[in-house]
């Protein structure tokens, strides 16, 4: 925030006398470390600090490659404790003290995981350190299973390390190679969603690193008002050091069905229909239902899986330059062993009376791990052509219900189709709100039911801007028409914005008391730029 830059200026004066000489003597680290405040040597913290190059580099950029932020340096912590004193001094060191952002993946789009001038934490440094949390499963008989599991470690580990005791979580984001901490940080959304609801639904317990520097163990009962500020809340109130993740029995096999559309009432009213069901008929009911458009723009397939058989690519080529959008709705039922019957059984009733295209519909069976990985395999093909670090002005949106119709003419039919820019997958999928706990600080519509928006854009570093126009093109379209749609991870540029647009007046109270108890002086997570009373750029 603007009015933090002085603070910043004063940790960067003391940061750069105590520093100066980093570059050059990187390799002794005691070359320098008796130059720093007296405070900071006793915190063991000064040869974990580090400003060369390589270091600032990483923590100045994300996944996006669109927003650059120059922190003064980045801690590489050996341990929690080391966190804690991190911001225990910067709360205690001045009336205005210097800004710190904890990077996982750094798998932001907009620069969200960044401090300028300030420190940022790179949380993936404690993933293999003694003094880390690991991932521990255990069970309890008020909880069943469960485990706890470090913020930096990401969720494929979570995956694998479950497994081999035969459970799983149920709630996932599309993408594995996130951190527990990050996705924790925001919701974590999936397919899997709208029956086990976003992956902060399903947290027993955190310990967290306030903006004091406190380490607080904080769950439903305990420390609450922390624990439902933490879930959901962007970093604004403290850095996830450990999660206590529910499990259950893990499947063994996937059955994967993509069906396609030509109209987008009964596209919706099936999806509708099929998530519904999770309600009165558990048993039956889908493991994970997502949707996505199918445009003009080559094959069918996309980066995130190739689903579709060759041999069938030119009839649905055919299709989609026909209708000009094809709606293809994938759904997913877990099995094992003992369940195969009953599977095909319940796809079958579940099948009966979907308005799909007849003819269209396609099959697979694979793994459990493949299933939840099905982006690793995509995400190592761009890296080997070179396509995967380039700018990635995503959008994602969450829409009511009621105004999905309105959306699918005034934005996919619209501005998507005629403009015919649209690179990357673009998903639509419900989810119900039941699935979500409003106590805490994820913002999402108030109808029962709505839909989550993506477009997963890529581009070139010199053409990203016409995408970003047709992302802003889309929200004013929705604010014109009256469509209260909410960003998920949100992008805005003042504390007003995030007040009017994103909270609204009574959840900006709770989240702005928050914000006062538990980091008052405002040193977490400046690149959400929540609390900016001034455009920063």
Not at 31 to 49: E, G, M, V
Not at 70 to 89: E, H
Not at 499 to 525: A, C
């Amino acid at each position: 925030m603007a009015e933090q830059c002085s603070a910043a200026t004063y940790f960067m004066v003391i940061l750069f006398i105590c520093v100066s000489h980093l570059m050059s003597t990187l390799g002794n680290p005691k070359s320098w470390i008796n130059s720093l405040p007296t405070k900071l040597q006793t915190l063991n913290l000064a040869n974990k600090l580090r400003d060369d190059p390589v270091a600032i580099k990483l923590a100045s950029t994300d996944f996006g490659n669109i927003v650059r932020e120059i922190p003064a340096a980045v801690l590489y912590p050996s341990s929690i404790s080391d966190i804690a004193s991190l911001i225990k001094f910067a709360h205690t060191t001045s009336s205005a003290p210097f800004n710190i952002a904890a990077r996982g993946q750094g798998h932001s789009v907009r620069g969200q995981a960044m401090a300028r001038n300030g420190v940022v934490v790179d949380m993936t440094s404690l993933k293999n350190q003694k003094n880390g949390y690991g991932i521990k499963v255990s069970g309890s008989p008020s909880m069943g299973w469960f485990a706890d599991v470090g913020g930096e470690q990401l969720w494929v580990d979570v995956l694998h390390a479950t497994l081999e005791h035969g459970l799983t979580p149920v709630s996932w984001t599309d993408y594995l190679y996130l951190t527990v901490g990050g996705t924790l940080s925001n919701a974590g959304i999936s397919g899997q969603t709208f029956r086990y609801g976003p992956q902060i639904s399903n947290v027993y317990e955190m310990d967290v690193i306030t903006g004091k520097g406190d380490f607080v163990t904080c769950s439903r009962e305990k420390n609450r008002e922390l624990f439902f500020a933490v879930l959901g809340g962007l970093g604004q109130f403290g850095i996830i050091v450990r999660a206590r993740i529910a499990l259950e029995t893990a499947p063994k096999r996937v059955k994967w069905v993509r069906m396609l559309y030509n109209d987008f009432s009964a596209f919706t009213e099936d999806q509708e229909r099929l998530i519904s069901n999770n309600g009165f008929k558990q048993n039956n009911a889908l493991d994970y239902l997502e949707g996505l458009l199918l445009l003009n723009q080559g094959p069918p397939d996309n980066w995130r899986s190739s689903f579709f058989p060759l041999s069938d690519h030119a009839n649905i080529i055919s299709l989609v330059t026909k209708y000009g959008i094809v709606y293809c709705l994938e759904i997913a039922k877990f099995y094992d062993d003992h369940t195969l019957i009953s599977m095909e059984e319940e796809l079958k009733v579940l099948f009966q009376g979907l308005n799909f295209i007849p003819g269209y519909t396609f099959e697979k069976d694979v793994s459990y791990v493949d299933f939840l990985n099905r982006v690793r395999s995509g995400e190592l093909k761009l890296q080997s052509q070179g396509l995967w670090d380039v700018p990635h002005p995503w959008s994602n949106l969450f829409v009511p219900k009621s105004r999905i119709s309105d959306f699918n003419s005034g934005v996919f039919k619209d501005i998507v189709l005629k403009r015919n820019i649209t690179t990357g997958p673009a998903l639509v999928y419900p989810m119900n709100r039941s699935k979500w706990d409003d106590r805490m600080s994820a913002v999402i519509p108030e109808e029962d039911v709505f839909y989550a928006i993506g477009f997963l854009h890529s581009s070139g570093f010199n053409d990203w801007e016409a995408l970003d126009a047709q992302n802003k093109d889309i929200l004013k379209f929705c604010y014109d028409s009256g469509i209260e749609v909410k960003q998920y991870l949100p992008n805005y540029k003042t504390m007003e914005e995030w007040k009017s647009l994103h909270f609204g007046t009574i959840k900006w109270r709770t989240f702005e008391d928050r914000k006062n108890q538990f980091d008052p002086k405002m040193i977490l997570s400046p690149g959400q730029r929540i609390f900016n009373k001034v455009k920063q750029r």
